[in-house]
């Protein structure tokens, strides 16, 4: 006879059965989630931090190069003769205040007479009065430069002036095809030491080799523990105090993070201590590549991983207990995983300052992470002002990031101070350096208002463009309202001057349109978003002209007839006439901004004269 059962213990088994196999399938999924989540969150958390650390290492050496171009434009080979080493003192003096990445500059002839100028502990800059040809390896630098027809970065050297190793920028001199003298450039091992201290955080150590074996920046080396030396001017790993960056070459890689393209990720295991390692390689700065990187201790994210599984595993065995547990947890650790996401979508963008920290949560590991992932936003906010955030951002919103090069109808602008050296005698190095920033800032405000680019600060001028990233219909409107808010503004600015007894600053400009080949030019290992073309070198000497035309003007803005006829009625002109430029074999036609064309008029139609 066959067993029969109740209808309430069928319902109540089937019922049960399938609740069971229903909630232990959503328990899985969801721990199978959870640890995918968290995997692409810390492969992006990864990538962030290796992007943000190499972002930030150029940043501190790219000012070397921007300087030695600054002062390649600025000196003459006649300054090269010291016949008046006040004016080239303070040119340096200037240019060093400018930068507080740069550590020191020296200038120095063919014969080996030259200036050397350097920053000193206390931010102060001085005049080291040394004889520079009877520096240790004069010669062999000498040499060197000599032998070259472009900058480039040497290897690291211990400055004996200086007292410190220095990365150094070597750029000739040349005069015609004539070697004339040199600039070096330096970046001390020790303000680089500052930056990783600066990029460090509770639990992350960051630090910058040279090659695979020497260290170029740490902490400790803020100390001096161990006196470098011509023969080594870089301690190796083992050399230094810290006792877990020794072992970084043995440790194991980790191939297996979504998302940390382009960083590598190792760990190794140090008495008893799991620690992880995030390094990224960084070239174009000297014959060997610099790896940047940090480290911390794995504990918080294993111990995470580790309590993922062991909820999978109460849930499959205990039901209720299970669903109570899985549901408490679940909300507990997808809620600040969620939060953790939307703000690194947010940094992705930039904006740093808008960015709301993670809050604190009762679960230790997820409130290591969010402790973690705010000391590592704050970080990001700290070196977010020396990036060009506006540009980035346009890039990444046209969806031309490592989009190449293309051929483009642009608007391209450069503004310059008349008499620059003259205004900046006589002032003290940190004088110029906020007199150069306020006029900067001046400047980019009104091409950024007019939604403009800029491309480079050469010195105190200033190059910008229009119609890229995005596409501008009103690329030359755009720009001769940039044009008049700055002739405004300067004027507004010399008022306050001239209250203060201070010189009045005078200012060119110039603007011409046409088609430039625009996007990322550069070595594959490193690119700059920029434009290229006659247009750009026309640009310039239109801007030039402004000394001819009416060189006592407080601004004076010159453009071309193709700039001038697409404005017919909005912007007024006068007529210039026909002039030769600098670099062509024919003249060009050039008109000028009418005083009348001023930013209270605009952008209200004007008529057109000529």
């Given at each position: 006879?066959?067993a029969?059962?109740?209808?309430?213990?069928?319902?109540l088994?089937?019922?049960?059965?399938?609740?069971?196999?229903?909630?232990?399938?959503?328990?899985?999924m969801?721990?199978?989630?959870?640890t995918e989540v968290?995997?692409?969150?810390?492969g992006q958390?990864?990538l962030?931090s290796a992007e943000?650390?190499?972002?930030?290492l150029?940043?501190?050496l790219?000012a070397?190069?921007?300087?030695?171009?600054?002062?390649?434009e600025n000196?003459?080979v006649?300054d090269l003769?010291f016949?008046?080493?006040?004016?080239?003192t303070?040119?340096l003096?200037?240019?060093?205040?400018?930068?507080?990445?740069?550590?020191?500059?020296?200038?120095?002839?063919?014969e080996?007479?030259?200036?050397a100028?350097?920053?000193?502990?206390?931010?102060?800059v001085?005049?080291?009065?040394v004889?520079?040809?009877?520096q240790?390896?004069?010669k062999?630098?000498?040499d060197?430069?000599r032998?070259q027809?472009a900058?480039?970065?040497?290897?690291?050297?211990?400055?004996?002036?200086?007292?410190v190793?220095v990365?150094?920028?070597?750029?000739?001199i040349l005069?015609?095809d004539?070697?004339?003298?040199?600039?070096?450039?330096?970046?001390?091992?020790?303000e680089?030491?500052?930056l990783?201290?600066?990029?460090?955080?509770?639990?992350?150590s960051v630090?910058i080799?040279?090659g695979?074996?020497?260290v170029l920046?740490?902490m400790?080396?803020?100390d001096?523990?161990?006196?470098?030396?011509?023969?080594?001017?870089?301690?190796?790993?083992d050399e230094?105090?810290?006792p877990?960056?020794?072992?970084?070459?043995s440790?194991?890689?980790?191939?297996?993070?979504?998302?940390?393209?382009?960083a590598?990720?190792?760990?190794v295991?140090?008495d008893?201590?799991?620690?992880?390692?995030i390094?990224?390689r960084?070239t174009g700065?000297?014959?060997r590549?610099?790896?940047?990187?940090a480290?911390?201790?794995?504990?918080e994210?294993?111990?995470?991983l580790v309590?993922i599984a062991r909820t999978?595993?109460?849930?499959?065995g205990?039901?209720?207990?299970?669903?109570i547990v899985?549901?408490?947890l679940?909300r507990?650790l997808?809620?600040p995983?969620?939060?953790?996401?939307?703000?690194a979508?947010?940094?992705?963008t930039?904006?740093?300052?808008?960015v709301?920290?993670?809050p604190?949560s009762?679960?230790?590991e997820?409130?290591?992470?969010?402790?973690s992932?705010n000391a590592?936003?704050?970080g990001l906010?700290?070196?977010?002002?020396y990036?060009?955030?506006?540009?980035?951002?346009?890039l990444i919103r046209?969806h031309?990031v490592?989009a190449?090069?293309?051929?483009?109808?642009?608007t391209?602008?450069?503004?310059?101070i008349v008499?620059?050296t003259?205004?900046?005698e006589?002032m003290?190095p940190?004088?110029v350096?906020s007199?150069i920033?306020?006029?900067?800032?001046?400047?980019t405000?009104?091409?950024?208002?007019?939604?403009?680019?800029?491309?480079?600060?050469i010195?105190?001028?200033?190059?910008?463009f229009w119609?890229a990233p995005?596409?501008?219909?009103?690329?030359n409107?755009?720009?001769?309202?940039?044009?008049g808010a700055i002739?405004?503004?300067?004027?507004?600015?010399?008022a306050?001057?001239t209250r203060a007894?201070l010189?009045?600053?005078?200012?060119r400009i110039?603007v011409?349109?046409?088609?430039?080949?625009v996007?990322?030019?550069g070595?594959?290992?490193?690119l700059?978003?920029?434009?290229?073309g006659?247009?750009?070198?026309?640009?310039?000497?239109?801007?030039a002209?402004?000394?001819?035309?009416d060189?006592?003007?407080?601004?004076?803005?010159?453009?071309?007839r193709?700039?001038?006829?697409?404005?017919?009625?909005?912007?007024a002109?006068d007529?210039?006439g026909?002039?030769?430029?600098?670099?062509?074999l024919g003249?060009?036609?050039?008109?000028r901004l009418?005083?009348?064309?001023q930013p209270?008029?605009m952008?209200?139609?004007?008529?057109?004269?000529s």
């Amino acid at each position: 006879m066959k067993a029969k059962f109740g209808v309430f213990s069928v319902v109540l088994a089937s019922f049960g059965a399938l609740l069971f196999v229903s909630m232990a399938s959503i328990i899985a999924m969801n721990a199978a989630n959870s640890t995918e989540v968290f995997s692409r969150l810390l492969g992006q958390v990864v990538l962030r931090s290796a992007e943000g650390l190499e972002l930030a290492l150029r940043h501190h050496l790219d000012a070397a190069e921007y300087q030695a171009d600054f002062l390649v434009e600025n000196i003459d080979v006649a300054d090269l003769s010291f016949e008046d080493p006040d004016k080239l003192t303070a040119l340096l003096s200037g240019s060093l205040a400018a930068a507080p990445q740069v550590t020191g500059l020296v200038v120095a002839n063919e014969e080996g007479k030259g200036i050397a100028i350097a920053r000193t502990p206390s931010d102060k800059v001085q005049d080291l009065r040394v004889d520079i040809a009877r520096q240790p390896d004069f010669k062999k630098l000498y040499d060197e430069v000599r032998g070259q027809k472009a900058a480039y970065w040497g290897r690291p050297t211990f400055s004996a002036p200086l007292g410190v190793t220095v990365m150094n920028r070597r750029v000739p001199i040349l005069q015609g095809d004539s070697f004339a003298g040199f600039i070096t450039i330096a970046i001390s091992t020790r303000e680089l030491s500052r930056l990783a201290g600066e990029l460090s955080e509770d639990q992350a150590s960051v630090f910058i080799l040279y090659g695979r074996g020497l260290v170029l920046a740490h902490m400790s080396m803020m100390d001096d523990l161990k006196e470098p030396s011509l023969e080594q001017p870089l301690p190796k790993l083992d050399e230094i105090s810290d006792p877990i960056i020794k072992h970084l070459r043995s440790a194991d890689a980790i191939p297996d993070i979504e998302g940390a393209i382009g960083a590598r990720v190792s760990s190794v295991l140090v008495d008893g201590v799991n620690y992880d390692f995030i390094t990224k390689r960084v070239t174009g700065y000297g014959d060997r590549p610099l790896i940047i990187g940090a480290y911390s201790s794995a504990t918080e994210i294993d111990d995470l991983l580790v309590s993922i599984a062991r909820t999978g595993l109460v849930g499959a065995g205990v039901l209720i207990i299970a669903l109570i547990v899985a549901l408490l947890l679940s909300r507990k650790l997808t809620q600040p995983i969620r939060q953790s996401s939307e703000t690194a979508a947010a940094i992705a963008t930039l904006d740093f300052d808008s960015v709301s920290p993670l809050p604190p949560s009762r679960l230790k590991e997820v409130d290591d992470l969010a402790t973690s992932f705010n000391a590592m936003l704050i970080g990001l906010q700290s070196f977010g002002r020396y990036v060009p955030r506006l540009l980035v951002k346009r890039l990444i919103r046209e969806h031309q990031v490592a989009a190449g090069t293309e051929q483009r109808e642009l608007t391209v602008m450069f503004t310059d101070i008349v008499g620059f050296t003259s205004i900046c005698e006589g002032m003290a190095p940190a004088d110029v350096a906020s007199f150069i920033s306020e006029h900067l800032t001046l400047v980019t405000k009104c091409i950024e208002d007019e939604g403009g680019t800029i491309d480079k600060y050469i010195g105190d001028a200033v190059m910008a463009f229009w119609g890229a990233p995005e596409h501008i219909d009103n690329a030359n409107l755009r720009a001769m309202r940039a044009a008049g808010a700055i002739q405004a503004a300067l004027n507004a600015d010399n008022a306050k001057r001239t209250r203060a007894n201070l010189p009045s600053v005078r200012i060119r400009i110039g603007v011409h349109s046409g088609q430039l080949i625009v996007g990322d030019i550069g070595s594959p290992d490193r690119l700059n978003y920029t434009v290229i073309g006659d247009i750009v070198n026309i640009t310039q000497r239109l801007e030039a002209l402004g000394k001819e035309v009416d060189g006592e003007a407080e601004s004076i803005v010159l453009v071309s007839r193709g700039v001038k006829d697409s404005l017919t009625d909005e912007v007024a002109f006068d007529e210039i006439g026909k002039m030769k430029v600098k670099g062509r074999l024919g003249e060009i036609e050039v008109f000028r901004l009418s005083q009348f064309a001023q930013p209270a008029v605009m952008p209200g139609k004007m008529r057109t004269r000529s």
